[in-house]
C-alpha cells in the first residue's frame, strides 16, 4: 500500500508530466479494481460516473491546465457527444460504443471550424467568447423538441450489450475505464514530448512562446480540437452508461461542475484531474444530505482545497510526499522540494559559478562554436538587420518616430535612452510582438515586416524579456530545449506517435555547457535564484544559434561575477553573429559594445562608438544628468 | 414604432440591472485584480432576506431592508478578512486564473447553498418600493415604476464610481493597488484596506440593487449566477476595468437582448445575441477593450 501511494504521488506531481505507461498503467488497474469490485453496488454507478467526467477533465488539464487556454467549451462538446451518441442509437440503432468515434470525429470537425475562429482570441478574450458557447447551447438544446427540450433525451443502447443487468453494468464499467485510459494515456503522450514541451511554454506567456519559434495559432487550434473530442467521448460514455442525456449536461452550470473537479483536482496533473472527478462526484453521492445542498458543499470544499493549495489535491500529494521525505532523509532532500529552495539554489549556483569560473574563457577559446546554425550568407554590403523609418504610436503617443538603424553580421550593438525613450518597443518591433504603424524591418535583405514572431525566429532571430518567463516544473535543460525544438512542422498527433525531445536537450546541454552552467541542468527552474534564472534565459535564447540575438536589460539583477561571465560570453558572441542589448548599465553598455544606439522620446538621437558615447554632450545631458 | 419604443424602454431597464453588476465587477477587479462573480448573488440575497423577513417573519419592511443590508455588509467583511486574506496576504500569493475565476466562483455556490437551506427553491421578490401601474411616458410607451428605480440606481452608482476613480486621491490608489500590488504596498497605500472596502460596498450595492429590482423579474436562490454571468460580459467588454464602459456595455446588451427577443425570435433571441456578442470579441477584440484586460 505505501508503494502504491509513492507511485500516486509521484504521478501527481503538478506540473511534471508523469511517465505515460505507468500514468495510464495506474488509472486503468485501479479503474479496474474499483470497478469490478463495487460494480454491483451504488458506488459503482457513482464511480464511472466519476470516470465518465475524468474522461472530460484529463482533456481539460492538458487544454487549461498546462497550456493556459482558458475556454469554457467542454460541456458543448461533452453535450454533443451525448446527444449524438443517443441520436445514432435511436434512429439509426447504431450500437453506442460504434457511435463514440463516429461523434468524436463529428466533433473534432466542428471543433476544427469553431476552434479557426475563437482560438485567434487569447486570455480572458477567449474565455468571455467561449462562455457564450455553453448559453448558446443551452439554449438551442433547451427548445429543440427532437432531443427532448428541456428535460433531455433517453436511450436503450448500453455501451456493453449483455444478457444479464450485472454483465451489462460490468461491462460499462470496463469500456469507461478503458476509455479514460486511452485519454491519460493520449494526453500523457502528447505532455512528455517535444510538442507537449511548447505546450508548457504556451501556458507561461504566449508572447515568449511565440519568440521561441512556436507557432502559438496552431497549438491553440489543435488543443482546442483536442478538448473537444475528449470531451465528447465522455459525452457518448455518459450516454451509454447513464442511458438518459439530461438537458442539463449542456451548459454554464455543467461547465462549472467540470472546472470544479479539475481545480480540485490539480489543472496541472493529469492524475489530478482524474482524482478531482472522483473527489467531486465521491462527495456528492456520499449523502442524502450532501447531493440535496451540493451548491453549499461543492462552494465550501474548492475554497478549502485551494486555500491549501493552488495546485489542488495534486499539489497537496506533492508537498505532503516531499516533506515526508524530507524528515526521513533529514536537511539533504531539500534540493528535491519543488518551490522556492533559495537557499540550496544558491548553494548549488555557487559551486556551479567556481566550476566555471573561466567560461568566459572557455567561451573565448571556442568560439568558433557558436556560428549560426541558419547562416545562408547574406551577400556582401547587405546588412543583417535595416529598421527604415519604423514609427509606433498608441492614439496620439509616438513612442517611435521615425527610426532608421542598420547592423551588420557581426558585432556587438547597444540601445539606451531613458525610461520610456522606446527601447523595448523598437525592440518589439525588431522581434515581431509589437506591429509598427509605419516603416520596415528587414532581416539579412528580406522584408520581415509583416511576418510572425515564430517566423522571424526561424530566419534566425532571438531574444530575451525583461521579466523571467521560464517553466516552472521543468528543469533547466527543458527550458533552454524549447528553442531547440523546431516543432513547427509537427502536430500534436505526431506528438502521441512520438518525441522528438531527445535531440533538443542534446542542443540545449551544447549551450549550457558553452555557458558553464552543465551543473544546473538537472534542476527545477523555480529551485533556482533569479540570477541563475536570468541566465537560463540566456542560455534559451543563444542556444539555437540565432544570427541575430536581441536582449532586453540581460544583467539586470545579474551579481558582480554573473555580469563578468555574461561581458565575457557576449564578447565571444559578437565575433560570429549579431548582438543588440538594451541596456541601463552604461559601464557595461561602453565596455561590452563597439556602437551604440541612444533613444529619447522615440527619436534617435546619438550613434557612435563607445569613445564617442562617453563624450558626447547629448548623452550626458540625457543619461547622466550633467 | 410604438413596439420599437417600448422595446428599447424595457430594454434599457433590463440593461440597467447587467449594468450595475458590470460596474460591480469593473471596480473591484480594478483593486485586486479578481473577478466578482458572485455579485449577482448578493442581489438575492438582499432580495429574498427581505422577503423573507418581511412576509414570513413579519418584519417592518425598513427593519427588513436594514438588517438584510447588515447581514450582506457583515457576511462580505467576513468573506475578505477569512478567505481573500488566506489566498492573498500571505506570503505566497495565488497569482493568475486561480484567483481571477474560482474564489468568487466557490462563493457563489456558497451563498447560492445557503440560500437554497434559508429561503427554499421557490421564485419570491421584496415588496414593492414603489407601488403602482407602470407610468405612462405619452405616445403609448410604458415603464414600469420599479424600473425607473433601477435606471437612477445603475446612472448614479456608475457615474459616482467613475468620478471617484477620476477625481480623488482614494479613487487613484485604488487604480494604483490594481495596476501593481506590491508598488502599491511599498508607496503606502494599504491595498488590503481597499479591496476589503470596495468588495463589501459592491456587495451592499448589488443587495440594494436586488431589494430594488426584485418585484420586477423575481428571484430563486440560483438568480444570481445569470445576473453575475451577464453583468461579467458586460464588464468584458468594457474592458473589465472601466465602470463607466462597463455601464453603456450593460445597457447596450440590454436593449439588444429585447430587441431581439421582440422582433427576431423570443425562442432564439437570447442565442442569437449570445453569438453576436461572441463575434464581437472575436472580430474586434482591441476596440471591445480586451486588450488591457490581459496582463502579461
Known sequence: MAGLSRLVTARMRPGRPGAPLTTTGLVVVVGLVVVLAFGQQYAGSVLVLAFTYAIVTTGMAVQIGFSQQIAFSQSVFMGLGAYGAALLNTHLNLPTLAAAPVVMAGSGLLALLLGSVVTRASGLALAVATIMLPLIATGYVSSAGYLGGSVGMPLAGNLWQASSPELIAAGNGVITVIALGLVVFVASRILNSDVGLELYALGVDERTAASMGISTPRRKLELFVLGSMFASLGGAVYAGTQLFVPATLVGSAAELSLLIMLFVGGRRSIIGAVAGALAVEYVSGASEWVSVNILLVEGALITVVLLVDPEGLAGIAATARARLRERRRGSGGLAEVPGPADTAGAAADAADAAGAAGAAGAGRLRVTDWAPASAPASGTGVPLLECAGVSKDYGGLHVLDAVSLTLPARGRYGLCGPNGAGKSTLLGVIGGTVSPSAGRVLLGGTDVTGLQPQQRFYLGMSRTFQAVHLITGRTVLDNVAVSCLRSQRSSLAAGIAGSRLGEARDKAAEALDYLGMRGLSGREVSSLTLESQRMVEFARAIAPRPRLLLLDEPAAGLSEPQRDRLSGVLHALGEVTCVLLVEHDLGLVAQITERIFVLDYGRLVFQGSPAEFNDSAVVNSLLIGQ | ?296
Not at chain 2, 37 to 55: E, I, N, P, Q
Not at chain 2, 110 to 122: K, P
Not at chain 2, 259 to 268: I, K, Q, R, T
Request: include cysteine; charge should be positive; aromatic fraction near 12%.
Open chain 2, 1 to 296: 414604432m410604438m413596439k420599437f419604443g417600448n422595446l428599447v424602454v424595457a430594454g434599457i431597464v433590463t440593461g440597467s440591472i447587467y449594468a450595475v453588476f458590470a460596474v460591480c465587477v469593473a471596480v473591484w477587479y480594478r483593486v485586486s485584480n479578481i473577478l466578482n462573480l458572485a455579485v449577482g448573488d448578493f442581489a438575492m440575497t438582499g432580495a429574498l432576506g427581505v422577503d423573507y423577513l418581511s412576509r414570513v417573519e413579519n418584519w417592518p419592511l425598513p427593519l427588513s431592508i436594514l438588517a438584510t443590508l447588515a447581514a450582506v455588509a457583515a457576511f462580505g467583511y467576513c468573506y475578505d478578512r477569512v478567505v481573500l486574506s488566506l489566498a492573498q496576504d500571505r506570503l505566497r500569493r495565488h497569482e493568475g486564473i486561480v484567483v481571477t475565476f474560482f474564489f468568487t466562483f466557490a462563493l457563489s455556490f456558497f451563498i447560492e447553498g445557503i440560500a437554497q437551506i434559508l429561503f427554499g427553491t421557490n421564485v419570491h421578490a421584496a415588496p414593492a418600493l414603489w407601488p403602482g401601474n407602470s407610468l405612462n411616458l405619452g405616445g403609448g410607451l410604458n415603464i414600469v415604476r420599479a424600473g425607473i428605480l433601477v435606471l437612477a440606481c445603475a446612472v448614479i452608482s456608475g457615474g459616482m464610481f467613475a468620478l471617484y476613480i477620476r477625481y480623488t486621491l482614494s479613487g487613484k490608489a485604488i487604480e494604483a493597488s490594481g495596476e501593481n500590488y506590491l508598488g502599491a504596498r511599498i508607496v503606502g497605500i494599504d491595498t488590503r484596506r481597499y479591496r476589503r472596502s470596495i468588495f463589501v460596498i459592491t456587495a451592499l450595492l448589488a443587495a440594494i440593487f436586488g431589494i430594488v429590482e426584485s418585484p420586477i423579474t423575481g428571484y430563486t436562490y440560483i438568480s444570481g449566477a445569470v445576473i453575475s454571468l451577464t453583468g461579467f460580459i458586460a464588464a468584458a467588454y468594457g474592458g473589465f476595468r472601466h465602470p463607466a464602459r462597463a455601464l453603456v456595455a450593460g445597457l447596450a446588451i440590454g436593449v439588444l437582448e429585447a430587441l431581439l427577443g421582440g422582433y427576431v425570435s423570443a425562442e432564439y433571441g437570447d442565442t442569437v445575441m449570445y453569438a453576436i456578442l461572441a463575434a464581437l470579441v472575436l472580430a474586434r477584440p482591441r476596440a471591445m477593450g480586451f486588450e488591457s484586460a490581459v496582463s502579461n
